[in-house]
Nanobody, 114 residues
Framework: VQLQAFGGGLVQPGGFLRLSCVAS????????MGWYRQAPGKERELVAT??????PNYEDSVKGRFTISRDHANAVSLRMNSLKPEDTAVYYC??????????WGKGTLVTVSS
């Protein structure tokens, strides 16, 4: 499984961005897809995940601001509203297969700054 992410960039505080991730390869194996982020000097952390059945899970700091959706069995997007400077990070797409294997995409940088 290969993952390709789109949509990072520079946005002002209070603005919005939409990240997309598309998987290719053995997509029938994919169960959970999601987004993680890593800010400078910090460990990678969960942002949001969504199961193949459409059940979302969010990290507390993004609840009410971010929305994850499963656009297709092999695609996931993340709508990020009311962005804050502390949301600045490299965002990574992750896919977990039913077997438990994890796949990661290359990160996309999100910078929230005035």
């Amino acid at each position: 499984v290969q993952l390709q992410a789109f949509g990072g960039g520079l946005v002002q505080p209070g603005g919005f961005l939409r990240l997309s991730c598309v998987a290719s390869g053995s997509i029938f194996n994919i169960n959970v897809m999601g987004w993680y982020r890593q800010a400078p000097g910090k460990e990678r952390e969960l942002v949001a995940t969504i199961t193949s059945g459409g059940s979302p899970n969010y990290e507390d700091s993004v609840k009410g601001r971010f929305t994850i959706s499963r656009d297709h069995a092999n695609a996931v997007s993340l709508r990020m509203n009311s962005l804050k400077p502390e949301d600045t990070a490299v965002y990574y797409c992750r896919a977990t297969a039913y077997s438990g294997l994890d796949y990661w995409g290359k990160g996309t940088l999100v910078t929230v700054s005035s």
